[in-house]
């Protein structure tokens, strides 16, 4: 499945040139709509699972192309980390999470994610891996 937060350098052109808001529409329009959903998004509930230290321009363009050019009914932008507490049906947690390059370690206290005392080191899956891998070879 496609995530444009994992593309967002890619996207982080200037937003007063339009460049930003039209590279996030092609993007939705041929990999999320055409190739992923197949579906139009129109008069859609989307809720956006967001990286805790996404930037605020992107966030704005891509809630101004969804509602601007694919008309949706409604758009929640979702902490990451905290979503992962709602399956739980708990609302405080301290979460972890292991991605390839890196492991941030997050606290959430009543469904907010707290900053200040978030934590990240680079140990990851990319080390199991290359740990696997090695000793697969000897």
């Not at 699972?49 to 966030?59: K, N, V």
């Not at 005392?117 to 290359?130: G, K, L």
Request: with cysteine; hydrophobic share 45%.
């Amino acid at each position: 499945h496609p995530n444009v937060y994992e593309r967002e350098e890619e996207f982080s052109l200037d937003r007063k040139t339009g460049q930003l808001q039209l590279k996030l529409i092609e993007f939705i329009q041929n990999d999320v709509c055409a190739r992923t959903l197949l579906l139009s998004l129109k008069d859609r509930q989307i809720v956006v699972l967001e990286a805790i230290l996404g930037s605020s321009d992107f966030r704005e363009a891509l809630a101004e192309v969804l509602f601007n050019h694919f008309e949706i009914a409604s758009l929640l932008f979702c902490p990451s980390h905290a979503a992962a507490l709602y399956p739980l049906g708990i609302s405080s947690a301290l979460v972890v999470d292991i991605g390839m390059k890196e492991t941030t370690i997050v606290p959430v206290v009543q469904n907010y994610v707290v900053l200040k005392s978030w934590s990240a080191v680079s140990m990851a899956t990319e080390a199991v891996h290359q740990r696997l891998k090695e000793d697969l070879l000897k």
